[in-house]
């Protein structure tokens, strides 16, 4: 098995203001401090949402939208590169005011009401995406 290796350079919080777009803000975080790779975290609550649901049989993504106030149970996610750019993958947990709990790829278009977000920096291994035939995915590359 192949791996990468990394170790925590620095933790960044990340101010997210009400009525940011979250993943425009966490990706303009990553630019204006040079962070290629690293892990992210964040809570919160929104004023709506969109986020995405990959259909592993069409290859694609299909969007879910709501536009009620939702709670951020839980938003994990990761930065690599892209196409020679940093990117951030982020998955999403969401509630409704019932306790109804949903979620999945973070898209732009969720707007937030309040938010935690912390970017913990790595370096090392470098990781980077390719494209995947079998998934349609851009997927981390271990072969480098
Ligand atoms: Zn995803």
């Given at each position: 098995m192949?791996?990468r290796?990394?170790?925590?350079?620095?933790?960044?919080?990340?101010?997210?203001?009400?009525?940011?777009?979250l993943?425009?803000?966490?990706?303009?975080?990553c630019?204006?401090?040079?962070?290629?790779?690293?892990?992210?975290t964040?809570?919160?609550?929104l004023?709506?949402?969109?986020?995405?649901?990959?259909?592993?049989?069409?290859?694609r993504?299909r969007?879910?939208?709501?536009?009620?106030?939702?709670?951020?149970?839980?938003g994990l996610g990761?930065?690599?590169?892209?196409?020679?750019?940093?990117?951030?993958?982020l998955h999403?947990?969401?509630?409704?005011?019932?306790?109804?709990?949903?979620?999945?790829?973070?898209?732009?278009g969720?707007?937030?009401?309040?938010?935690?977000?912390?970017?913990?920096?790595?370096?090392?291994?470098?990781?980077k995406?390719?494209?995947?035939?079998?998934t349609?995915?851009?997927l981390?590359?271990?072969?480098?």
């Open positions: 192949k791996k290796q990394q170790t925590i350079k620095r933790v960044i919080w990340v101010e997210v203001k009400y009525g940011d777009d993943l425009k803000t966490i990706s303009t975080a630019l204006e401090n040079n962070i290629k790779s690293g892990f992210i964040v809570i919160g609550a004023q709506k949402a969109k986020f995405g649901y990959y259909s592993q049989k069409e290859k993504y969007e879910n939208s709501i536009k009620e106030p939702l709670e951020i149970i839980s990761n930065v690599s590169i892209k196409d020679g750019k940093p990117f951030v993958h999403i947990s969401l509630a409704d005011k019932k306790g109804n709990v949903f979620g999945g790829h973070l898209n732009e969720c707007i937030v009401f309040a938010a935690e977000c912390a970017i913990f920096e790595l370096e090392g291994d470098k990781l995406r390719k494209f995947d035939e079998l349609g995915l851009s981390w590359d271990f072969s480098q």
